[in-house]
């Protein structure tokens, strides 16, 4: 297979807005413009802009002209490939806005935080600051600056520092954050804001937000359009957060069949609230099909027709006959009576705001989403639904996938990985040009053998790669194969996880990085601190009550936990309180993880392995002198010495030459090597070697 060289730019963020694919063509264009002229300036990039297929159907050269001027008012200045792709990435985001919303599912999730524009919606910050003032007014610490004004800058002067973020992911999916890891002052310190807002972006991503181009200095600033696309996608994961059969099992009555319940599954959630809209209009006579939360809302009649098949007893017989402005004021009229909550006005219907009307459309649902109660069918629709473990896992690697900033985004990963390009975009970023692109096929796809032709490629990346694949075969992927998905994500998601510690310690005569490195990192951190906790392994039953993490992250920043808040773990309660101050103080001090408190008391190896190695990347990063500042009496452990830290770790180059690189497979690896070698028949149980990169 053709090897190819990775495009590679100095902003690490802005690289993550593109996959290699994307990259290698824009560097194509740029350059071949720069071969012509000597130079590229701004005002080359209109007429190379408007032949991209992104763009030629929306927009005019002059249309492209005029939007790039507001960026740069001196056309005929040199512009570097950085500066095309932000520029770039400026327009794509205008796009989006015209064409009313991007054709991806749940487009909101990518759209309010990858794109460069910095205006906002006065529309969209009014019914976010009312959402805010309606489900936080009586929080504690946030009633004392609730309710917020939507005409001034209270909302973003408020995210400054970090709570009203944090307390408005809890609203979204309760319990993501543990409150007791917030810093909830009224006058906060820049380390102790900038924790709450390392907090805030680790656990958004643990619930589903793009935040790749979204940083803690944004947040500390306050800046207006990155605030309101977070809070955005926030508000958003809550209001769809019931729309899938698990939660909302009545929802197989919009399907016939066995296998169309298996499409509803692999539908986001966006797509489900469209296909529940559109099955009430059928009902209610309504001849159109709505496609969009946009164009297809902006006269007002599919919302009446809606609404009147849903609450026939405050329908008012003239809302059909008024004139759309009127008409939009009538729906909003009946949608009161119903106690939905005003998420738009009759302006914004009119206007065919995007996130506005798919927040009113999912608001509704909630309140009364007309759907039957046959238990036979929900009955059905429940037995279709993964076990606690599968699902547990499935949402593990999802996150992750989301991530790392990809150009697709995962809804399901059992059904979005079938045609095998996500697997592709994942494998570029994991490993930059091993995608023979020339040989993939986009979505979408008809054929089913182009399926099974991406999917042969990624096995055989993947076999490059020395993960452990014996007899899987690409088919295998596009069949939906859950136990071998699972278990080949699990290898990548520990590749790149190896890859990266591999890469602080370049200097180590480049053998490769095991669990048994991790697991003796881990162990010599917590020791060098004077404590004597060791763990045996990553599947050490005494790991069940968190107090050995908690240990190594104090190790690693004693600032970190606060020992007030912990307890013995001996009863079932008290190991979940420490699990989830564990998951909460390990995204506090920069962790970027995907497991839950449940992982932790089961003691799950795989994310016991995925938690401890985000720990030891985080502290390899860290300046050497980074524990030095003391802590306060209440973040340190009665029974600890503190200057044992500083004798633990004088050096980057220390805590790396005490790891002894253990060529054995750890006894993660082993078990891996025995879920993926048991897929199918028995021939499938041959010996293979570790999974760890050899």
């Not at 009586?138 to 800058?153: H, K, M, S």
């Not at 060529?663 to 070697?689: I, K, P, W, Y």
């Amino acid at each position: 297979m053709s090897s190819y060289t990775g495009v590679l730019i100095s902003d690490q963020l802005l690289q993550s807005q593109f996959t290699q694919v994307e990259l290698r063509s824009l560097h194509s264009k740029f350059t071949s413009v720069k071969n012509q002229n000597g130079i590229v300036t701004a005002g080359d990039l209109p007429a190379l802009m408007v032949t991209s297929k992104a763009f030629k159907e929306t927009h005019t050269e002059e249309e492209i002209r005029n939007i790039l001027s507001r960026l740069s008012s001196n056309l005929s200045a040199e512009i570097d490939f950085e500066s095309f792709l932000k520029a770039y990435l400026n327009l794509q985001g205008q796009t989006t806005a015209k064409s009313g919303g991007a054709k991806n599912s749940w487009s909101f999730l990518k759209a309010s935080t990858t794109t460069l524009l910095h205006t906002i919606s006065e529309s969209e910050k009014a019914s976010y600051v009312a959402h805010i003032n309606s489900y936080l007014g009586d929080d504690p610490f946030l009633q004392q600056f609730l309710p917020l004004d939507p005409a001034t800058n209270d909302l973003f002067n408020l995210a400054k520092d970090g709570v009203l973020l944090c307390k408005l992911i809890n609203v979204a999916v309760p319990g993501t954050i543990d409150e007791r890891a917030i810093n909830t002052k009224r006058v906060l310190n820049p380390w102790e804001r900038n924790e709450n807002h390392t907090l805030c972006l680790n656990s958004a991503k643990a619930i589903g937000c793009t935040v790749v181009n979204i940083g803690t200095q944004d947040l500390v600033e306050g800046i207006p359009h990155l605030v309101l696309g977070l809070i955005s996608q926030i508000i958003k994961i809550q209001l769809l957060a019931d729309l899938n059969l698990k939660k909302t099992p009545q929802l197989v009555e919009l399907v016939d069949d066995s296998k169309d319940v298996e499409e509803l599954l692999s539908l986001p959630p966006e797509k489900v609230l469209l296909k529940w809209m559109n099955f009430h209009l059928q009902k209610a006579g309504y001849k159109k099909a709505v496609a969009n939360f946009s164009s297809d809302l902006k006269d007002g009649e599919a919302y009446a027709y809606l609404l009147n098949v849903l609450a026939p007893e405050h329908c008012n017989p003239a809302t059909l006959d008024a004139k759309p402005d009127e008409r939009a004021k009538l729906v909003l009229d009946h949608a009161e009576r119903m106690n939905c909550k005003r998420y738009l006005s009759p302006k914004d219907i009119l206007e065919g705001s995007s996130n506005l009307n798919l927040a009113f459309v999912a608001q509704i649902f909630h309140e009364r989403n007309g759907l039957t109660t046959d238990n036979k069918k929900i009955s059905f629709a429940e037995m279709m639904t993964d076990d606690v473990q599968t699902s547990r896992e499935e949402r593990c690697f999802r996150l992750w996938i989301n991530s790392l900033g990809i150009a697709t985004y995962v809804n399901n990963v059992f059904e979005d990985v079938r045609n095998g390009w996500i697997l592709l975009e994942v494998l570029d970023k994991v490993s930059p040009g091993s995608v023979n692109w020339k040989q993939a096929s986009r979505p979408p796809i008809k054929m089913p053998f182009r399926k099974v032709e991406n999917c042969n490629q990624v096995v055989r990346i993947g076999k490059q790669l020395k993960l452990s694949l014996v007899n899987v075969a690409g088919n295998d992927i596009v069949q939906g194969n859950k136990k071998l998905i699972l278990a080949f994500l699990w290898q990548l998601m520990r590749f790149n996880m190896l890859q990266l510690l591999k890469n602080l310690r370049s200097h180590s005569q480049g053998k490769e990085m095991t669990d048994a490195d991790i697991l003796k990192w881990a162990n010599n951190k917590v020791n060098s601190t004077g404590r004597t906790s060791r763990m045996e392994s990553f599947k050490d039953k005494s790991l069940s009550n968190g107090i050995f993490f908690l240990e190594l992250l104090s190790a690693v920043e004693p600032r970190v936990v606060n020992w007030n808040l912990v307890t013995k773990g001996e009863s079932a309660d008290e190991k979940k309180l420490n699990a989830t101050y564990i998951v909460s103080v390990a995204r506090k001090l920069g962790c970027s993880i995907f497991l839950l408190p449940e992982d932790i008391m089961e003691v799950n190896q795989k994310m016991l392995l995925t938690l401890t190695a985000s720990i030891m990347f985080w502290s390899l990063q860290q300046p050497v002198d980074s524990s030095e500042a003391s802590p306060s009496p209440a973040d340190v452990s009665p029974a600890t010495s503190i200057s044992s830290e500083d004798e633990g770790s004088t050096s980057l180059g220390g805590e790396i030459s005490n790891l002894s690189i253990d060529e054995t497979a750890s006894e993660v690896s082993s078990q891996l090597d025995s879920e993926v070698n048991s897929f199918g028949d028995g021939s499938r149980g041959e010996e293979t070697g570790s999974i760890a990169v050899k």
